[in-house]
């Protein structure tokens, strides 16, 4: 499933119980390493952070208007209009203002109804009803050399068989284990006839990224499946993070590896993003692992974020990055200390979060930084919108309130805008 800010709606809040309070456990966790000896008050700073909020920011409603399109096409059964609007998406390389390919979008929205249901049983230790998979496959039987439709039913196996996995309280389950195989060689069956090179499709590529978490030899592939894919579609840097985050030792590589590509990366995308590459395909996996700092080129990586912030100056991808380093970035309570140089490298990248508040960010986007609090990828049962919004904008007004806590201990005032970051004297 893409990553998707918008969250669950409000039916679904009964299962993100248990999330609201490791939210705010992760957030009082965050702000405590902050702290000096004399902790100042936190109330009283942020009260003193002049920044304008936007709850709903243009980048939703670009996800929520293509992902409602592809729902609402699947729902009527309008299966060749929906395929006419995905190979246009693919070859316009249709994106959000943000980035985010529309393919992923449309196809996750045609989707949606049947792999929700089948996780929801999974969750509560049933078995999915087959009805709705099956009716995707009778409508594929009816266009078999339509590439779209085998697309959306190849990724809701992937889907449901993913849920499978997680939902197995014992990964070697049998029966789990086997619906998990069973739904990726069913996607890999689907997808099969056709070449994400030669139909120009990325998403066709994309798919076959998805497929890499049931190849029984992973690592050898990931490298050459994304390089395709970044080829295709360099513009869009969600291929990029995935890169990074699938070379982690946990997953498919390790950290020369992830470095490697890394570099490799940022050659081939050069003309577009400059050094960029190298951070985009760091981002996740210094988020996910801090371990990767320890072959990380610091200056390389630097250069990379003021490139990106060069090429694509909107405040969605400045609220991300501003996200990263002043919380991602940050120390991690109870974690074992970083050896010195890493930890050098760590405090190099939460400094960013300087410039990026005083040159660039004049908007708050709250979703981002509560999805950033609760670790990327870590998407669904999330809390209501509500709560996430709220405490979104606590965390980022105390970042910022700590991060300039001197600057303003004088009653002062700090106001973001367009013009970029300034101070008001007291009154």
Known sequence: MPFDPLVPSEPHADRATPLKSQLRKRFASLTSRFRPK???DLDSLT???????????????????HQDKGQKLARQEQWEDLAELIEYADSARLRTPGGEAATSLLAYGARADIVCAAEDSLHDGATPD????????????????????????????VDIGLAWRTTAKDPRTSVHKQRFLEHFRRAEDLLAPFDGVDLDAPSLAAAQCALLAAR???????????????????DTPRHMRALGEALLPSRYGDYD??????????????????????????????????????RLDVEFFIDGLRDIVARRNNQHVINQLAAFCGL??????????????????RARIQDCLDWLLATHLHELHPLIWSQTLLRPGLTPALPS??????????????????????????????AFSSAGMYRLTSL
Do not use: N
Not at 49 to 56: K, R
Not at 258 to 278: K, M, N, P, V
Not at 328 to 345: N, S, W
């Open 38 to 40: 004399q902790t100042p």
């Open 47 to 65: 009260r003193r952070i002049l920044l304008p909020a936007l709850p709903i920011s243009d980048e939703e409603i670009a996800r929520a208007t």
């Open 130 to 157: 087959p009805s709705g998979i099956d009716a995707l496959e009778a409508i594929r039987a009816e266009l078999p050399d339509c590439y779209p439709v085998a697309l959306v039913l190849a990724h809701a196996h």
């Open 216 to 234: 029984p030899t992973p690592r050898l592939r990931v490298a050459d499946d994304y390089a395709t894919l970044i080829d295709l579609d360099p």
């Open 257 to 294: 590896s992830l470095d490697l590509e890394a570099r490799r990366t940022a050659a081939l995308t050069q003309d577009i993003w400059g050094a960029g590459g190298y951070a985009w395909v760091y981002l996740d996996a210094l988020a996910r692992d801090c371990g990767a700092l320890a």
């Open 328 to 345: 991602a970035m940050a120390p991690k309570p109870g974690d074992a200390r970083l050896p010195a140089a890493q930890e050098a490298t």
């Open 385 to 414: 919108r509500h709560a996430l919004i709220a405490r979104g904008r606590q965390a980022a007004l105390q970042v910022i309130a700590l991060r300039f806590a001197e600057e303003i201990a004088d009653g002062t005032s700090i």
